[in-house]
């Protein structure tokens, strides 16, 4: 269920700098991810695992969680910025539709869950999920259209994220760590010099 953020997020290329707001985890132009809203995320996940088994999943935890989230609002708003450039939108059938369809992939209701917690994300967070799913899936198709190859599409969605952060301008606060351009990514700050792992297969 990560592998569509994980095509965006590889080698994006954005000018963070630290969030003037403190209440603000981040944000692109003047729209906001408050430090509320990552914060209700990482609680409500945290909630989910106490439900499942998570004895053989390797989980995020601690500032590692914290940052992951920041990394899917971040990321999820930027996607709906692109598609909203581009009249791109998803419609409440096509929301229902790849809802159903992933349903049936992870084995029915009582199944999902289980599947959420593994992916790291929190059941209020499930729609802006599937959206950015279906965003990057249509952006892939209009990147073909324009003339990209189904190998370089990514690189072109990449190309369409990179532009519009640049132009808009990405923060992130500090407090989440700091952004790798290389890598594109936020990284957590580590207080503990390596000391301690950020993930563990049966966090609860």
């Not at 999902?112 to 799913?133: F, H, K, R």
């Not at 690189?155 to 989440?176: E, G």
Request: contains cysteine.
């Amino acid at each position: 269920m990560k592998r569509i953020v994980a095509v965006v997020t590889a080698g994006l290329l954005v000018l963070l700098t630290g969030c003037s707001q403190m209440n603000s985890a981040a944000s692109v132009g003047d729209s906001q991810i408050s430090v509320a809203t990552v914060e209700k995320s990482v609680t409500s996940i945290m909630a989910e695992r106490a439900k499942v088994d998570v004895s053989q999943m390797t989980l995020e935890t601690g500032a590692a969680l914290a940052t992951g989230q920041v990394r899917f609002h971040l990321i999820s708003l930027l996607l709906a910025d692109v598609a909203a450039e581009k009249k791109i939108v998803n419609s409440p059938a096509d929301v229902a539709a790849r809802k159903a369809q992933i349903l049936a992939q992870v084995g029915g209701a009582k199944a999902l869950p289980n599947a959420l917690v593994g992916a790291g994300i929190a059941p209020e967070d499930y729609t802006t999920y599937i959206n950015s799913v279906l965003y990057s899936e249509k952006l892939t198709a209009l990147a073909i259209k324009n003339g990209a190859t189904s190998a370089n599409a990514g690189n072109a969605i990449q190309a369409m994220v990179v532009d519009l952060a640049k132009r808009k301008k990405v923060t992130v606060n500090p407090r989440y760590g700091t952004w790798d351009p290389v890598a594109a990514n936020v990284v957590a700050v580590d207080t503990t010099k390596g000391a301690v792992s950020t993930a563990s297969p049966a966090a609860k």
